[in-house]
């Protein structure tokens, strides 16, 4: 059962994978992908300023990787020592270098602009794609759910909700993203699917070497 839980996951990680190649060869291309992002860059936004201003960035912020990391490393520190294993402390560590591996060489290597700089380029310099933001999000909260539905009492209506939650974060961020115009629809698009790849795998790995100490 056990490493056909783990052949599943990995499946979903591979599907989840190709569309974030897919999504990159439409950038890489300057594919149909990049016209929508042109026509969204082009739509007129609603200024934000003062109290309003301020509660988009915060909510920008739950996407930022230091706030991630922070609360992810805390959370996985405090249900390690309750339940005197390592295990969630080594997944959270396993998802942060595995997401600054991935996602970082692929900024490095494609460079590509942001919309803000009024130009859409490759190999420019840019750090914008994929979005880190997103790749954040779905990745860092996404373990902190799997390692709360693993080991704390939850049943699967409160690990659905837990999944909920998941998903309005990193679409709430994606679309704040859109609105303060620091990423383009792709970069956020990849870093969905990008996250949602090495969130899988991340599981699958848990899944596939037992551990007596996950209820079950």
Known sequence: MRRAQMFRALRWSSVLFVGY?????????????VNFDNNINQTHRPRFDGFSGFVLRRLDDLGLRWVTAT???????????????????NLAL????ALNAVVGVFKLFLGRTKPRDGFDLLHAGGMSYPSGHASNAVLSWGILAYLIYRYA?????????????????????????????THW????????????SLLVAVIAVDRYVPSKSQRH
Do not use: E, N
């Not at 390690?80 to 969630?88: I, L, S």
């Open 21 to 33: 190649l897919i999504v990159t060869q439409q950038v890489m291309s300057y594919g149909p992908l």
């Open 71 to 89: 609360v992810l490393l805390l959370a996985a520190a405090f249900i390690a020592y309750k339940f005197k294993t390592w295990r969630p402390l």
């Open 94 to 97: 396993l998802s942060l270098l």
């Open 153 to 181: 009492r939850v049943d699967r209506f409160q690990g659905r909700l837990a999944s909920a939650g998941v998903v309005l974060i990193s679409l709430t961020i994606c679309l704040v993203s859109l609105i303060r115009h």
């Open 185 to 196: 629809f792709t970069d956020l698009l990849g870093g969905l699917f990008i996250g949602s």
